[in-house]
């Protein structure tokens, strides 16, 4: 998991995963440069911590390279596991093949997100395009079938997802990903849709990582993202 300042968030999920060993073989943090504790929790709580920079595909990449296991589940750092999500899973491992998604739900209590959230599921159904803040689990050799993962500093998720359903179905593992709800809250939820619809828009249109990154974390944050990455290489 790809994490950056997400220390409030960070203990819950890796207690849940730590509470199903026979399921999670290890578990890898890959810190893109946090200012909290978020290292010194990864940690504590057992998990090998990996240190990278150059954004989120970047971070991602590098816990790939790293993992020994025959399957990977791909989780961002502010998640929050849902009950019965070891069980889910162990059905997902015992099916032998594919590729599985979370359902999505954001933590914040606007009525508006609950329709955000319906129209996740059917983008993700129906078009296959589920985004990495609903977490993947898939094996490995799927994965590098496919091409494995670019070290993009934005969009990494979606140009993963649009390799890999040429590869595969992606099916859903029927339990709710809770995740954070905090640039929801902070931009307003309609606000939040339509920048992130006009990140994909000029993704697709062929702007550059750098520049989208620039787009949606701020100048002064990706500066800030990249020179703490350096320093703790």
Known sequence: MPVRNEAARLPGLLASLNAAPELV???????????????????????RLLRGGGGRGAQIAAGVRAARGPWLLLLHGDAAMPLGWADAVARAL?????????????????????????AVALRSRWRQL???????????????????????????????????????RLRSLGLPLRVDG????????WQTALSNTRLRRAWRRGASPALLELTYYGAEAVHRQHRQGRDRR
């Open 182 to 189: 905090r640039r929801w809250r902070r931009l307003g939820v």
């Open 25 to 47: 073989a290890e578990v890898l943090v890959v810190d893109g440069g946090s200012g909290d504790a978020s290292r010194s929790i990864a940690q504590l709580a057992g998990a």
């Open 94 to 118: 015992a099916a032998g093949e594919g590729a599985w998604y979370f359902e999505l739900a954001i933590a914040a209590p606007q009525p508006a997100l609950r329709l955000v959230e319906a």
């Open 130 to 168: 589920p985004y990495g803040d609903q977490g993947l689990l898939l094996p490995v050799a799927l994965l590098a079938r496919c091409g494995g993962i670019k070290p993009l500093p934005l969009m990494e998720d979606l140009e993963l997802v649009e390799r890999l359903r040429c590869c595969s």
